[in-house]
């Protein structure tokens, strides 16, 4: 299935893949614990994510992939943890910046495999970035296994010494020689001298390398036998399947040790994307898309066949479900097999449905799981004796976590969530959502999810943002979904319902469903089904019908243009991504250009160019009343590039609505880099707020918000709406510390001030007016104590830095409050033994310290400062025995980097907090 993608998902454009989604229940989001905070962009783009589960041969513990954005690389990071299932303990088995994915036990659960792009220990521009990799599984340092020249592509263990993995060929001499000339020139379609793929097989013990198969083309996916003696693989024949789809790949069950193979299915329109060996080594699994019409699988549902080794034969797995297989970008694209058959997520709308199928003969008996969170339950992967699982769970109010199971048959027993997944979303406000239905095209029932404005009071009315799914063959499900392109908690929080809908041609429904905006009615039937969803909540009487707008990536950009020419006078407002506008020029400079146009519209533009001309906005402009906001990357091989310019210079042109366009350099059609999806984001509220809530502040260019005057700025502000050291704790007076993302730490932005040290301990005594200095006099104990009764009374868990977080706070952080800010020059030692006199003088060290936040705080461009890490108050820590230790620069100390902080007294010792568990 060829879509323009949901990219909200992570999904990453592949011939014939399935747009992704994960499941969840519709329910109202509980209340945060303690003072609700509001979200940012840093929340939504430094989320965790978890993926590619898997548990050990022996079932004790399993492997997996944490993924999430990191700010000076300016780009994503993942690497593999190891998890105890039974104490749920955690390992990290690689650190960096780099990327490790797709880890993979070995037989005997010694040795695990994985794929990452991490530098060889000799490293050599000449190989491709991603290799194969092993680590042990009981500790120890990774190290590489291949040094491919263009990368490995997939693997699968054969035994406890062997891999089997594809790779495309090396170079040959034609390749070599323009390489020598420097010619980097691009033949379009050049079958003849693009590198075929290849399988091959690796020892683990001396690497050698060994070629299992010839072909000339390209093998895009395979599978190998329980015994790892066969394979089955699928041969795509030419370089433009994506495009048109005329020429379907060939499959072959191939001898891995004889060299030998021979080609199966021939003629019949079944193109596997996913294939896997029988655990009971009878055949294999094939996940395909069916679809009704004889030329494109661009709308399709995901079918299940099985090849039966013994007599050659294939059967389509009769499921008992018309919807088919999930549609998702789960484990197996929504199967994993077992010993005596498979399980599968079955499509069902906005949730997942679990089953358990069991294999006998040919035929397959069908049990739905049950227990544990199955209405909830998605990204499953399964022991290899089957009576282990590990499972997604989310819901939209609910962040995803995983969790571990017993499976006994078709009854999931004993569910422990095993993750903590961003523990800082606990104290967010979270929308409470829910599904809706109402009646839209063809008199059909449609289902979408519905946000409500995070401070929803019944009997009042709220403006409403649409934001359609891209696809079209995606959908939106019941599940926690927040990303660059679709953050819906930073709009909620604005006060806004948002409708999601699953419009006629989104995936998940059913073949019918999927197919039914073929042949001319890609517009009609969603944009009548969406117009009809507003009408829908506008009679239910949340919607002011003055304050609709509407957002959305790739075909939901798409869409949101529709609205906006179809109900110019109700959309006031519109940001849109990567879409199109103009059809013509899309159908030749795609990827999937006529196998996406010709199959949606009817015909090519060759067939019926007025047809193209018709459907495309492009010269309608002139009817469009919304201020319009253009995203799109400058490599956007799904929607070129050029569809931006002629959507702005349109609108530029006939200067009737306001619009702004922003293209990012490097970009494909899914934005890569941090600063493009904070930016995308920061211009995205910064639209709405101005031309649909009506709320936007002037922003000053030239006021640095770390700088003296900034910081007074926002002292005067504070003070008009409590304090900018913290928040009030609900139904409390007491003052919560602001806390700030530093990598995996969560750190006070401010030392504890004595207001909010003396809301836990009364007795504690201050004068009128330093409020806000730094609570000084404190013992280790003391501080202890405050963070366990601040845990107590918000809910969440705070304690005191470790000795080694510290350390890498403070590093570098200088030029504060010191003695040497008081002294005008760098006091030495004994200089400041000197002045020891003039301080008792000024009332002693305490008459020294500032208010917290009196210097520029510390941090990288982008990140929120933190203040007084360079001196102010020195700071209780834990040390590496337990025991307090001082750390950082004290006002009544110089700024040496050679004193040690223990020096300073103990009315300049303060600390600050951390939220979260070590």
């Not at 890498?808 to 005008?824: F, I, M, Q, R, V």
């Not at 310290?849 to 400062?865: D, M, N, T, Y």
Request: glycine share 10%; aromatic share 10%.
């Amino acid at each position: 299935m060829t879509t323009r993608r949901k990219i909200g998902q992570g999904i990453v454009l592949f011939v014939l893949a399935l747009t992704g989604g994960l499941l969840s229940a519709a329910a109202p989001a509980g209340p945060a614990s303690g003072p609700a905070r509001l979200w940012t962009v840093e929340d939504v783009l430094l989320a965790e994510s978890s993926s590619d589960w898997q548990i050990s041969p022996d079932a004790r513990r399993a492997v997996w992939v944490k993924t999430r954005m990191d700010k000076e690389k300016n780009g994503r990071v993942s690497n593999l943890v190891l998890t105890d299932l039974e104490t749920k303990k955690e390992i990290a088995l690689t650190r960096g910046t780099e990327t490790h994915g797709r880890p993979r036990w070995s037989p005997n659960g010694e040795l695990i495999a994985f794929l990452s792009g991490r530098p060889l220990p000799k490293p050599n521009p000449e190989l491709g970035k991603s290799q194969l990799w092993l680590i042990p599984a009981f500790g120890g340092e990774p190290y590489p296994l291949t040094e491919s020249v263009r990368g490995v592509q997939a693997f699968e263990w054969s035994g406890d010494g062997t891999i089997v993995f594809s790779a495309p060929e090396d170079p040959t001499l034609y390749e070599l020689e323009l390489k020598k000339k420097k010619d980097g020139t691009r033949v379009v379609d050049d079958v003849d001298h693009e590198p075929p793929v290849r399988l091959f097989k690796i020892s683990v013990t001396d690497r050698k390398i060994t070629r299992l198969t010839d072909n000339a083309d390209f093998i895009a996916t395979w599978g190998l036998s329980a015994d790892g003696k066969t394979a089955m693989t699928v041969h795509q024949q030419y370089l433009s399947f994506m495009w048109d789809q005329k020429v379907l790949p060939k499959i072959f069950i191939c001898d891995l040790e004889r060299g030998s193979r021979r080609e199966i299915l021939a003629g019949r329109r079944i193109v596997p994307f996913e294939v896997h060996g029988a655990r009971d080594g009878s055949g294999f699994y094939i996940a395909a898309p069916y679809s009704s019409d004889p030329r494109f699988f661009t709308a399709s549902i995901t079918l299940l066949y099985f090849y039966d080794a013994a007599s050659g034969r294939d059967v389509r797995v009769d499921l008992g479900w018309e919807n088919g297989l999930a549609a998702g970008n789960g484990p197996a694209q929504g199967f994993e097999t077992t010993p005596d058959g498979f399980i599968a997520l079955l499509a069902a709308g906005v949730r997942y449905l679990p089953a358990r199928y069991t294999k006998a003969g040919l035929s397959w008996t069908r049990a739905d799981i049950e227990g544990g969170h199955t209405t909830n339950t998605f990204g499953l992967t399964v022991s290899r004796d089957a009576k282990a699982v590990v499972y997604e769970y989310s819901t939209p109010g609910t962040p995803t976590q995983w969790y571990r199971a017993a499976l006994d048959g078709r009854a999931l027993a004993g569910a422990e969530k095993l993750t903590d997944l961003n523990p800082g979303f606990k104290d967010k406000a979270v929308a409470r959502t829910e599904v809706v239905r109402w009646t839209g095209a063809l008199g059909e029932e449609v289902e979408g999810v519905l946000y409500y404005p995070t401070d929803y009071q019944a009997g009042r009315k709220y403006p409403l943002l649409t934001a359609p799914h891209g696809g079209p063959a995606s959908m939106d499900l019941d599940q926690w979904d927040e990303s660059w392109s679709y953050a819906h908690q930073l709009l909620t929080q604005r006060g806004a319902f948002i409708l999601k809908p699953n419009y006629h041609g989104s995936a998940n429904y059913g073949l019918k469903w999927v197919e039914s905006i073929c042949c001319g009615k890609y517009y009609e039937y969603p944009v009548e089904d969406i117009e009809k969803g507003v009408d829908f909540l506008i009679r239910k009487g949340l919607v002011d019908p003055d304050r609709v707008g509407t957002f959305g990536w790739s075909n939901g950009s798409i869409l949101s243009v529709a609205l906006c020419l179809a109900n110019p006078d109700r959309y006031k407002a519109a940001a849109v991504g990567a879409g199109d506008v103009e059809w013509i020029s899309d159908w030749a400079n795609v990827e999937f250009g006529q196998s996406f146009d010709a199959y949606y519209f009817g015909k090519s533009p060759l067939e019926d160019p007025d047809l193209y001309i018709r459907l495309s906005p492009f010269f309608r402009m002139d009817e469009i009343k919304a201020p319009t906001l253009i995203f799109f990357g400058t490599e956007d091989r799904n929607v070129p590039t050029s569809q931006g310019w002629t959507h702005y210079r349109a609108l530029y042109h006939l200067d009737k609505v306001p619009v702004r366009f922003l293209l990012f350099p490097g970009e494909p059609h899914a934005l890569q880099v941090y600063a493009h999806q904070a930016r995308k984001l920061e211009e995205e509220m910064a639209w709405f707020d101005r031309h649909f809530f009506k709320t936007e502040k002037p922003v000053n260019e030239a006021l640095k918000k770390d700088s003296p005057l900034g910081l007074a700025l926002g002292l005067k502000a504070a003070a008009r709406v409590g304090s900018r050291f913290g928040v009030r704790a609900k139904g409390s007076k007491t003052l919560i510390p602001e806390a700030v993302r530093r990598g995996e730490l969560e750190i006070g932005r401010f030392e504890v001030t004595r207001a909010q040290f003396a809301a836990f301990d009364p007795s504690y005594r201050f004068a009128a007016g330093t409020e806000n200095f730094p609570a000084g006099g404190v013992s280790f104990d003391q501080a202890r104590a405050y963070a366990a009764w601040l845990t107590k009374v918000t809910g969440q868990a705070w304690r005191l830095p470790t000795e080694d977080e510290a350390a890498k706070l403070y590093e570098g952080a200088s030029g504060e409050n010191t003695l040497d800010h008081w002294a005008g020059y760098a006091v030495n030692p004994d200089d400041a033994r000197r002045l020891e006199a003039k301080v008792r003088e000024l009332g002693g060290p305490a008459a020294l310290l500032k208010e917290a936040g009196s210097f520029a705080g510390a941090g990288k461009e982008g990140e929120e400062p933190v203040f007084d890490l360079g001196g102010n108050a020195a700071e209780w820590v834990v040390g590496k025995d337990g025991a307090g230790k001082k750390a950082g620069r004290s006002a009544d100390r110089p700024s040496d980097p050679t004193a040690r902080a223990e020096e300073a007294s103990p009315e300049c010792t303060g600390f600050r907090v951390v939220r979260g568990k070590p």
